[in-house]
């Protein structure tokens, strides 16, 4: 018996952290309550739409409220902002023809994006849609939140995770673990149930297509292969159809509204309503009206498909090798897993059935499970989910740039992570004291065809003559997906210094100051908010006052007591545009306090009620 | 290695410690890290049982609550097994760690230098690449040919270097060792003109 209760009480205390689907579209945070994930509620619902805006008096707007923004003030306005995660701006152009991003001049391997007349980097604005997820978590679970997991798409390089990291510390996080999203959804389903088998997880999300395939054994998951390509989703399809929308309107119009961003984002909505309904029906309508005109076409699914068919099947090819990589043909696939809004589209179930012969499962919402397998991962790492283990892989080859330009691998793609590996460098001149070893991410031979991860600065190695310093150095890439670099002189055991310089990426000082300052914000927006609160305070003590002048009451006051109330209104006027919230409540009190006497004196009820703000007539 | 335990100081610690049970920084080497002998010829199923047990032990998730020292030894010694997993399962690797172990390291590339029975099919090779390139179909199938007989070539290896490798784990023989590294050499020259082949 007591052997039942200490078991059941070690599974009490759960740890509060969070699994958060910082998604392209849409974004949920979800919790491991009572062996169960669940997605936790914000005011507005399970989830924030993964929109940012920036207010009038310089606040930012975040979710459900910012989609309205994004309408009638898109040009301080972002979303899919994922999109820019890690990237350069060379990386983003192809985006840019189709995203309203307002790319800051001057940006370059780090993007600012412009919101208004602030600059802004993408885990800045992540990390905005984090807080949100942050705060909505607390209030649901009723007590301080610091500690996620964040789900990435598998296929993200190390500069896309490292960003999503950043966004985190930046939004006051913690991340104890980045997991990839296909693998979480595999979690999600608890398809460790079954003791054996191969699972393929296919994840077609707003703006990221991700394949995975899985070997269960006895709780372990093991991944055994991942693809995708981080430029294909759902926003593909939206953009498809805009442009053909456009096109009607240019003609039936004679107007060219593609640079209108109202416009734009209007008829965004619209055909995103339209390509929704279609999972539903055979036939529905893109409804768009703009300034007094108005555009209607109708779309049928079979049209629809006939659209989106090339889009689908770019998703097939990833498929392939993926299970070529992972050694298994679609008859040995058991199950498959469908994750991501875009999955709801019946062409790209029926496509996804005939490709792997094995009808997926649907039974969780696509939107939901990434969150839900976020918190099974979060629960492993609290130790309130035993038995379940996650073993994935990275996704893209690590390699150094040799002589010639050319890259020698040193961890292959779809190796289980954590993995390392070590290589020995030394100087090319006499008394050389640095070497830098440039590191890269991807499959081609050639340094200029595979993305540049950082440069690592080998330094102050004691003069020698070319050739006889040996460096170990030794890359990781740890649980996360992410590469750790560390470096020993072979000869004297001594740790070797390194400087890191990324190639795409915040430098750990730019987040420590990013952090620093939303700290700053955090504080000025708290102040602002309780300066904004105690002024609704003093309104509705000098309302009241107002009216019990009119009262008779008030004629029967003394001439002391009348100039104490004079006074003390005076002197809540003088600080009532103070910033310092404190201030205001003494004034608003110390009127209180004032007007206390008139009341007490007169014994008159109405008086009283009407202090207290209630409306007066009503106690005649 | 440290022969005390670094949290309590207790002598002798294996995997974890006997005493408070701390994890200990791995052992580098792949066979003493899975704990097997250090063979070439080897028990795939063996390893994988080892290789899941090991994971459930080692693997980070397990650790995040515990303290930072611990933690990085986690990470270490699970990159030592994932890396560990990956040579020792496949024999071509195996027998290269083996052979680096033994100060025979063959190098990333191997030798640059034909192998004298290969000089003739190597530049019939390079011939027919040349023509494919120009458009000359009919080299297709001399490509298509010569890739057969190299694929033949590599299985005929695999069958030698198994004999080898029974060879080596029954006496240590220094002989052996230098002859599957000549063996190793000649396999990876010839899944080159493979992979060559494959891009035509
Ligand atoms: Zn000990």
Redesign the pocket.
Same mark, same amino acid.
Not at chain 2, 5 to 10: H, T
């Given at each position: 018996m007591s052997q039942m209760f200490q078991i059941e009480f070690d599974n009490v205390p759960e740890e509060r952290i969070v699994g958060i689907d910082l998604g392209t579209t849409n974004s949920l945070v979800a919790h491991m309550t009572l062996g169960s994930p669940r997605v936790l509620e914000g005011h507005d619902g399970k989830i924030v739409p993964s929109v940012v805006s920036l207010g009038d008096n310089g606040g930012f707007i975040i979710g459900n409220a910012a989609r309205q923004e994004l309408i009638d003030h898109p040009e301080r306005s972002i979303y899919s902002v994922k999109r820019l995660m890690g990237r350069g701006v060379d990386d983003v152009q192809e985006e840019l023809k189709l995203f309203p991003f307002r790319i800051a001049e001057g940006s370059e391997s780090v993007i600012q994006v412009m919101l208004g007349d602030r600059k802004m980097t993408p885990p800045e604005i992540s990390a905005l849609i984090l807080r949100q997820l942050k705060l909505n978590a607390e209030e649901a679970l009723g007590g301080p939140v610091t500690r996620a997991v964040i789900t990435v798409p598998a296929y993200f390089n190390d500069a896309q995770r490292q960003a999503t990291r950043d966004a985190g510390r930046i939004a006051g996080l913690e991340v104890l673990r980045l997991v990839n999203e296909p693998t979480a959804a595999a979690l999600a389903y608890g398809l460790d149930k079954r003791k054996e088998g191969i699972v393929a997880v296919y994840d077609m999300g707003g703006g990221t297509f991700d394949i995975s395939i899985l070997k269960l054994h006895d709780g372990i998951f093991e991944v055994l292969a991942t693809n995708g390509d981080t430029h294909l989703g759902g926003d593909d399809i939206d953009n498809l159809l805009i442009r053909i929308a456009l096109e009607d309107v240019q003609s039936e119009w004679g107007e060219d509204i593609s640079h209108v961003g109202e416009a734009v984002q209007t008829l965004r909505q619209a055909v995103i309503r339209a390509k929704e309904e279609l999972s539903f029906v055979p036939v529905t309508s893109i409804e768009f009206a703009w300034h007094g005109k108005s555009y209607k076409r109708e779309l049928t699914r079979e049209l629809f498909e006939n659209l989106i068919r090339g889009i689908v099947d770019r998703t097939l090819g990833p498929c392939r090798d993926c299970m070529k990589d992972a050694g298994v043909t679609p008859e040995q696939i058991d199950e498959v897993v469908l994750v991501g809004g875009s999955t709801r589209i019946p062409l790209v179930r029926s496509a996804v059935e005939v490709l792997f012969r094995a009808k997926p499962h649907t039974e969780l919402n696509p939107d939901e499970v990434v969150a839900l397998g976020a918190a099974v991962q979060a629960g492993i790492l609290a130790g309130t989910v035993e038995n379940q283990l996650l073993l994935d892989v990275t996704p893209l080859s690590l390699g150094i740039e040799t002589y010639g330009g050319v890259v020698t691998k040193i961890i292959h793609r779809n190796s289980t992570i954590p993995a390392s590996a070590s290589e020995t460098f030394t100087t090319a001149v006499d008394g050389q004291s640095n070497v830098l070893i440039h590191v890269l991410q991807g499959e081609r031979e050639l340094v200029k065809d595979n993305r540049s991860l950082a440069r690592f600065d080998l330094k102050g190695i004691a003069p020698m003559p070319a050739g006889f310093a040996r460096i170990e150095v030794r890359f990781l890439i740890d649980a996360n997906g992410i590469l750790n670099v560390m470096a020993r002189d072979a000869r004297t055991g001594n740790e070797q210094s390194v400087e890191v310089k990324p190639s795409y990426g915040l430098t750990d000082e730019q987040v420590e100051a990013m952090i620093e300052a939303s700290i700053d914000h955090a504080e000025e927006d708290l102040n602002a908010r309780q300066a904004a609160e105690a002024r609704v305070d003093a309104d509705t003590i000098l309302i009241a006052l107002e009216r019990a002048k009119k009262n008779a009451a008030y004629g029967e006051l003394s001439e002391e007591e009348r100039q104490a109330i004079s006074a003390a209104v005076i002197q809540l006027q003088a600080v009532y545009n103070s910033t310092d919230h404190l201030l205001i409540r003494e004034k608003v009190e110390a009127l209180n306090q004032a007007t206390m006497s008139l009341a007490e004196a007169q014994m008159n009820t109405a008086v009283r009620s009407a202090l207290k703000g209630t409306h007066i007539d009503a106690e005649r | 290695m440290e022969s005390n335990?670094?949290?309590?100081? !207790?002598s002798a610690?294996e995997r974890f410690? !006997?005493?408070?049970? !701390?994890l200990q920084p791995p052992p580098a080497d792949y066979f003493v890290f899975f704990g097997l002998p250090a063979q070439l010829s080897l028990d795939g199923k063996e390893l994988e049982k080892q290789f899941y047990a090991l994971s459930r032990q080692l693997h980070p998730d397990i650790f995040a609550r515990k303290s930072q020292r611990e933690r990085e030894y986690s990470l270490e010694a699970t990159a030592v097994l994932n890396d560990g997993f990956r040579v020792l399962r496949d024999p071509i690797q195996r027998a290269m760690y083996v052979l680096k172990k033994q100060g025979l390291d063959i190098g990333e590339q191997g030798t640059r230098d034909v192998p004298p029975e290969l000089l003739e099919e190597v530049f019939d090779l390079n011939m027919a690449l040349e023509e494919m390139k120009f458009g000359d179909e009919e080299a297709r199938t001399q490509i298509l040919g010569a890739r057969e007989r190299f694929e033949g070539m590599c299985k005929e290896i695999d069958g030698e270097l198994k004999k080898l490798f029974a060879a080596w784990d029954a006496g240590h023989d220094a002989e052996v060792l230098t002859e599957i590294r000549g063996l190793l050499n000649r396999r990876k020259y010839i899944t080159n003109l493979i992979k060559q082949t494959e891009t035509a």
């Open positions: - | 335990c670094w949290n309590c100081g !207790a610690p410690c !006997a005493d408070c049970k !701390a």
